[in-house]
């Protein structure tokens, strides 16, 4: 099973940008699709944006569309999602996922540990 551990999160100023990476270890990265999920305090996980495994196909939920971008370097067995625009309702704990392309939570079998993204308004 792959294990997937994330950084990039942090603090930042609402409208401002951030640049989550996600690397994989101990599968075959590219047979996996790839997605970010987030969680807020006291609510429930939800999904942010999805990959296939060669990177040609993209989801995006509808409150990041055209916010944020998801991308994949196989060669470097990482994903990414690079986060513009950060309002405050951005605020959770983001996570990487890898399993089966979906918007659905109960498609990925590996999770990462998550990272915190604090946007002040």
């Known amino acids: 099973q792959v294990q997937l551990v994330e950084s990039g999160g942090g603090l930042v100023q609402a409208g401002g940008s951030l640049r989550l990476s996600c690397a994989a270890s101990g599968g075959t990265f590219s047979s996996y699709g790839m997605g970010w999920f987030r969680q807020a305090p006291g609510q429930e996980r939800e999904f942010v944006a999805a990959?296939?495994?060669?990177?040609?196909?993209?989801f995006y939920a509808d409150s990041v569309k055209g916010r944020f971008t998801i991308s994949r370097d196989n060669t470097k067995n990482t994903v990414y999602l690079q986060m513009s625009s950060l309002k405050s309702e951005d605020t959770a704990v983001y996570y990487c996922?890898?399993?089966?392309?979906?918007?659905?939570?109960?498609?990925?079998?590996?999770w990462g540990q998550g990272t915190q993204v604090t946007v002040s308004s």
């Open positions: 990959i296939s495994g060669r990177g040609g196909s993209t």
């Open positions: 996922a890898a399993g089966r392309l979906s918007t659905s939570v109960g498609s990925y079998t590996s």
